[in-house]
């Protein structure tokens, strides 16, 4: 642990991180389930412990329909909610504090009214959902799964985690918290770029890494590039540079090319 990192955690994080460390085959479990996380060096997964320590201090987690979420549930969920913010910092989550477990997807019914007036009614299967102020819903069956949904870019946890961040200046729209209407706008119109060729290669029937789901909003293409970029990095960056790098400067993180250097 460096030093400036000790000083910034403060006494009550110094307590929680003494007494409620994640416990150690608790820890080398979730390593082993998720290679994408162990993938990171030493000083990250120190770094990546301790966050998640934290963040099970703070948050709430309740299963819905008599779930139980038991320790190993909670810290798989903590150890990759916690990898978005690795250099942002646990504050991005500040904003809700509740945790929605379901024991799989979860059956929505939806509603639009369209041009005519006439309310249409359709269901929508959805295995994680987040919203401004919480709480973040996750079916358990896709959390578990993400050892082996890597190999396509898949992860519901980033994903919902990355609508938090984007959420966390109270609009959803692909853009975070950055801090001055400059930066966002030059944020914007980056990605704004990559999305729109990235719509027309689904639109081409293009196979695409990314989860053709982004090609449906641009908060959705921010959600799906950030699982791309933790859990299948080398082909992100080998795919898409420029998208890479953006998520890069973002995120403050390198795992593709330098995933052992601090
Ligand atoms: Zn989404």
Redo the contacts with the bound molecule.
């Keep these: 642990m460096t030093d400036w990192w000790r000083r910034l955690l403060g006494w009550r994080d110094a307590r929680i991180l003494r007494r409620r460390r994640i416990p150690d085959d608790l820890w080398h479990l979730t390593l082993a389930r998720f290679p994408f996380l162990a993938a990171r060096s030493e000083t990250d997964l120190t770094r990546l412990r301790e966050l998640a320590t934290l963040f099970l201090a703070d948050k709430e987690f309740s299963g819905a329909k008599g779930l139980q979420v038991s320790d190993e549930m909670a810290v798989a969920i903590a150890a990759q909610a916690c990898l978005p913010v690795l250099r942002l910092g646990l504050h991005w989550y500040d904003g809700f504090k509740g945790i929605v477990v379901h024991a799989d997807a979860v059956v929505a019914r939806r509603e639009f009214t369209d041009d005519a007036g006439v309310v249409h009614h359709f269901d929508e299967e959805l295995s994680g959902e987040a919203m401004d102020g919480g709480p973040v819903m996750l079916s358990w069956r896709d959390v578990a799964q993400a050892g082996d949904s890597a190999e396509w870019a898949y992860n519901v946890v980033i994903?919902?985690f990355a609508?938090v961040l984007d959420l966390r200046d109270g609009a959803g729209n692909g853009v975070p918290a950055l801090p001055d209407r400059a930066t966002r706008e030059r944020w914007q119109q980056a990605l704004g770029k990559e999305y729109e060729s990235f719509r027309a290669e689904v639109d081409a029937g293009i196979d695409t890494l990314l989860d053709p789901y982004g090609a449906e909003a641009l908060?959705?293409f921010f959600?799906v590039a950030s699982e791309a970029f933790f859990v299948a990095p080398s082909d992100l960056a080998s795919q898409n540079t420029r998208l890479y790098e953006l998520l890069a400067l973002f995120f403050g993180q390198d795992p593709a090319l330098h995933p052992t250097q601090e």
């Design positions: 994903h919902e609508h908060e959705e959600a």
